[in-house]
């Protein structure tokens, strides 16, 4: 069964606008993870938070993790069209080292220039 | 450097037949892992390679499907007398050791008719 479960499933805004999206998951966990992925292909990483951290920023990416509540956001700020991508958060399927990622369904954001 | 390359990008076959999905990690990633995204299913993990270790096989769906990675590199996934529901998108990702982030190829399309 998924482990993270992003929402919501789709979200449209406007250029500029902010774009926030938000995982739960259900055991604990080592780390939490952002992925991005355009047209259903490979994905790429955007930003880790262990599971000791409570907020991390790279650029216009904003994560937090609430450990209490199983949760995490994804904020990204001033967005533009080529954030357009759907969005997956990922826990660790096993609790150390190199593991295999358990993911959520993912949310579709588009951004509207 | 080169990322995680996967071919073919798109595979067309008939139900019953055998297909071979490959996939070619980065240079000095000892793990590599294989996902298959499908349309309501969301991005499951299948198998598993570190190092020199017997692969982690607990996410392959059934005994048809099989995967072996030669000389630590190049990692080969069989989906033997393919089935309907197999048609999904094949994801390849590597990473370093001891690290969380995985760099996903472009992924095999696979349609099952």
Redesign the interface.
């Known amino acids: 069964s998924q482990q993270g479960e992003e929402d919501p499933q789709a979200l449209s805004i406007q250029e500029g606008e902010n774009a926030t999206m938000n995982c739960s998951y259900k055991t604990s966990i080592n780390n939490l993870q952002w992925y991005r992925q355009n047209s259903g292909r490979g994905l790429v990483h955007l930003i880790l938070i262990r599971s000791n951290e409570r907020e991390k920023h790279s650029g216009r990416l904003r994560v937090t993790l609430d450990t209490s509540k199983k949760s995490s956001s994804l904020l990204i700020t001033a967005s533009r069209a080529a954030d357009t991508a759907s969005y997956f958060c990922a826990t660790d399927l096993f609790s150390s080292g190199n593991t295999p990622l358990v993911f959520g369904k993912g949310t579709r954001l588009s951004v509207i220039a | 450097g080169a990322g995680?390359s996967q071919s073919p990008s798109n595979k067309v076959t008939e139900k019953g037949k055998d297909v071979e999905l490959r996939c070619d990690p980065i240079s000095g990633h000892?793990?590599l892992?294989w996902?298959r995204?499908s349309l309501g299913q969301?991005?499951e993990?299948l198998i598993?390679f570190?190092g020199n270790s017997a692969p982690?096989k607990s996410?392959l769906p059934s005994d048809r499907f099989s995967a072996e990675r030669t000389g630590g590199s190049v990692s080969t996934l069989t989906i033997q007398r393919t089935q309907q529901e197999d048609s999904a998108?094949y994801?390849c990702?590597s990473?370093l050791?001891?690290?969380?982030?995985?760099?996903?190829?472009?992924?095999t399309?696979l349609l099952v008719l």
């Not at chain 2, 050791?97 to 992924?107: M, N």
């Open positions: 995680v000892t793990a892992y996902y995204q969301g991005l993990f598993y570190q982690d996410g998108v994801l990702a990473s050791p001891d690290s969380e982030t995985q760099y996903f190829g472009p992924g399309r």
